[in-house]
């Protein structure tokens, strides 16, 4: 079923429980959600697993998929995590969503897919078995690489059926990212759907080629993609964000009620990035943060060899916010040491990171009221 039938679809149920209250009829009910050959009746969430590929120790693997099903009309959301592997962020984020009380008045159908990439999520990996990414195998086929097959079975069991997404991310091992979104901003209801997620900055970037916000993008569905952390670590400031930005954006799309509460600040969008590279290699000591702004020629890093001999400045060579760094001091000539956001001088940027992090602080109550986990 295509993203216009599905909204038709959801129209037609409001009319028709609308007409039946009208006539003093009994509304008609919702059919049952079908999902890997298991129907989900209106009303039940259950925990659906979808066979994937077998790797060569032959052992079963599947794609463990918790559907709630409400018994009220709405749309249909995917939330997913772990595409690669090692990005277990999301993993917290989806467990926390899922708890939470406010899914008792849910409209809709949410999908929630806490590891896409089992294989990758076991060995700790990005990768597939065969070292591939899958994120850059969609939208797949049935008869390619085991890459490619995932990838298919994720268009066709979950993507088709769904009108919205949000795909979540870390950063790459040894590498941390503020907490930020990546989207097309000029494709259909994406938008208003960043706006309300509520992070500080959103990059307006081109889909990539085989990603999974290209394959979602070009089935006409708005779809973002939420980066925070980095792999193979909890981060509870990044997890906090990342199941305040859900729940927003189920709100804003009417699957949960709108709620009274402090507007998160309008982000600062950016169509720009640019990584900053070590010019030698060497031990690095960092003198800015993420989130911090940066001005043109401005200190980012000194450089200097295990002697501290043949020392050397980083500097910005973009006037920008810092939205990703590397955690590792021992850098070689041209690794990838900070990530930034190219920002216009008259653009507020600190003030929209220093609320942020003041409303996510770990010593205050969270929107799911789950302890904090300690780092």
């Known amino acids: 079923m295509g993203l216009a039938s599905l909204l038709l679809e959801s129209g037609d149920m409001v009319k028709q429980r609308l007409d ?8 008609v009910a919702r059919a049952p959600f079908e999902l890997g050959g298991v129907e989900v009746q209106p009303g039940e969430r259950r925990r659906v697993d979808i066979p994937t590929p077998s790797s060569f120790g032959q052992a079963e693997s599947s ?3 918790i559907v709630h099903h409400a018994k009220a009309p709405g749309p249909c959301l995917f939330v997913s995590a772990a595409i690669h592997g090692d990005e277990i962020n999301g993993v917290e984020i989806i467990r926390r969503v899922l708890a939470m009380r406010a899914l008792r008045q849910l409209r809709g159908t949410l999908l929630a897919v806490p590891v896409v990439n089992m294989y990758g999520f076991v ?5 597939l078995p065969d070292r591939r990414d899958l994120n850059r195998a969609f939208p797949g086929s049935q008869k390619g690489s085991i890459a490619s097959r995932l990838a298919n079975i994720f268009m066709t069991e979950i993507v088709a059926k769904c009108t919205h997404g949000i795909d979540l991310h870390t950063g790459a091992i040894h590498r941390s990212n503020l907490p930020q979104l990546r989207a097309c901003l000029d ?6 759907l960043a706006d309300a997620f509520g992070v500080p900055v959103v990059l307006h970037a081109n889909v990539r080629d085989g990603s999974l916000r290209q394959a979602v993008v070009e089935r006409d569905a708005p779809m973002l993609l939420y980066e925070a952390g ?23 799309i009417g699957m949960l009620p709108q709620k009274k509460a402090r507007q998160p600040a309008k982000p600062v969008v950016c169509t720009k ?3 900053e590279r070590a010019p030698a290699g060497g031990i690095l000591r960092p003198q800015v943060a993420l989130g911090d702004r940066v001005h043109v020629d401005q200190t980012l890093a000194m450089l200097a060899d295990a002697a501290g001999e043949n020392e050397l400045t980083v500097t910005a060579s973009v006037e920008g916010i810092v939205i990703g760094r590397t955690n590792l001091p021992l850098v070689n000539e041209g690794d990838a040491i900070f990530h930034l956001a190219v920002v216009e001088e008259s653009q507020n940027v600190a003030d929209n990171v220093a609320a942020f992090h003041a409303d996510l602080d770990p010593d205050n109550p969270s929107i799911s009221n789950e302890p904090a986990i300690t780092s």
């Not at 039946?20 to 509304?27: P, S």
């Not at 494709?187 to 208003?192: C, I, L, R």
């Not at 981060?235 to 927003?248: L, P, S, T, Y």
């Open 187 to 192: 494709h259909g209801q994406t938008a208003e």
């Open 123 to 127: 060995a700790q990996s990005r990768y």
């Open 273 to 275: 990035s640019k990584w």
């Open 230 to 252: 980095e792999a193979l670590r909890f981060d509870e400031v990044c997890i906090r964000a990342g199941v305040q930005g859900v729940i927003n954006v189920m709100r804003h």
């Open 63 to 65: 794609i463990s998929v």
């Open 20 to 27: 039946g209250k009208k006539d003093g009829k009994k509304a």
